[in-house]
């Protein structure tokens, strides 16, 4: 027998547990800009998320796409600028990112989903009003915070079989105004929401690093915010890390914050021992065990 397919026998043998453990499980993935990478780097994501839709869990993909806003906005003679990792969003700034988020990134993540065989469903916050914001800063001008969640139809797709995949925009509380809402913050509320057993946010880097350079495999919340608070956290990873103590405190179990670049990064997180990235959960213990039992509906 040839050596290879020893090996597969052996390496989804081992991915027994973890499949038992995650069946039925709700995992909320941000799919972020610099994570997407090339049509490969796609094509091997939409795969994973298949794979897990396939063995019984609920997949939400959440997504940026930061880079592909910087590049029309760019074409467009628009300046882009951040605060605290946040755009500086004007009226005619939130109309080209959700041109780029809800059209370009939301339709080439659907239909790599539907290429690799899932039925994947692309919507952002406004369908179904399913995330309503206020603004969040003055300074940032349309920039949204998630003050109501109706994650419905997130439950209705998913128990249908299907696979939402949702652009990071969103309707204001008056005025019907458009909200650009950071992706990693969007994920945050719907995994919250959904009281997720994982939220995991791709990124390119390998994970939450210390002064050193080092990836900090595991974070407790205060280990999270004073990195935070001492500079070690900085730029686009406070959004991420905020995000991950926000979702932790609504309820979500864990949060994982990993490289969306390397192969298969989904699977690697959640079907082998090590696991990839840094991980940040609670230490306080849990008031109701919920979740990841087999045959316990996660949604
Ligand atoms: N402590 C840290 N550990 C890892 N990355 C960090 C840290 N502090 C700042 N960063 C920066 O945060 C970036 C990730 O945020 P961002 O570029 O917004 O990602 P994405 O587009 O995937 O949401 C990293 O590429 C890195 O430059
Ligand atoms: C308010 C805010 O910053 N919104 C983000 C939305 C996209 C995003 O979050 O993209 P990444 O995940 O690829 O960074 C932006 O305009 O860039």
Redesign the pocket.
């Given at each position: 027998m040839n050596r290879d397919w020893i090996a597969t026998a052996r390496t989804l043998s081992e991915a027994l547990p973890y499949l038992q453990r995650y069946s039925n499980a709700v995992v909320v993935v941000?799919f972020?800009?610099?994570?997407m990478g090339d049509d490969k780097a796609m094509e091997e994501f939409a795969r994973d998320i298949v794979l897990m839709k396939q063995v019984g869990m609920h997949p939400v993909v959440c997504?940026?796409?930061?880079?592909?806003?910087?590049d029309l906005l760019g074409r467009l003679g628009i300046e882009s600028r951040?605060v605290r990792?946040?755009?500086v969003?004007t009226k005619e700034t939130v109309e080209v990112?959700e041109m780029v988020?809800s059209g370009l990134v939301n339709k080439r993540i659907v239909q790599a989903i539907n290429d690799a065989g899932g039925r994947a469903v692309g919507i952002s916050g406004k369908d179904d009003d399913m995330m309503v914001c206020e603004a969040?800063d003055p300074e940032?001008g349309f920039?949204?915070r998630p003050v109501e969640m109706n994650v419905q139809i997130i439950r209705d797709l998913s128990g249908a079989g299907m696979i939402p995949v949702i652009a990071?925009v969103a309707t204001g509380m008056e005025d019907n105004e458009t909200f650009?809402?950071?992706?990693?913050?969007?994920a945050g509320a719907i995994a919250g929401a959904l009281q997720a057993d994982r939220l995991l946010l791709l990124?390119d880097v390998a994970g939450v690093k210390n002064a050193a350079g080092e990836v900090v495999t595991q974070l407790s919340p205060d280990q999270a915010r004073s990195m935070i608070a001492d500079g070690q956290i900085s730029g686009?990873m406070i959004?991420k890390t905020e995000t991950a103590l926000k979702a932790i405190e609504e309820g979500v179990r864990a949060v994982v914050i990993l490289d969306g670049r390397r192969p298969n990064a989904c699977l690697l997180e959640l079907f082998t021992e090590d696991g990839a990235g840094s991980i940040i959960r609670s230490t306080e213990p849990r008031v109701k065990p919920r979740g990841l039992r087999q045959g316990e509906s996660g949604l």
């Open positions: 941000k972020g800009g610099n994570a997504h940026g796409g930061g880079p592909m806003i910087n951040f990792g946040k755009r969003t990112v988020l969040d940032l920039v949204g990071p650009n809402v950071n992706g990693d913050t969007a990124t686009g959004p």
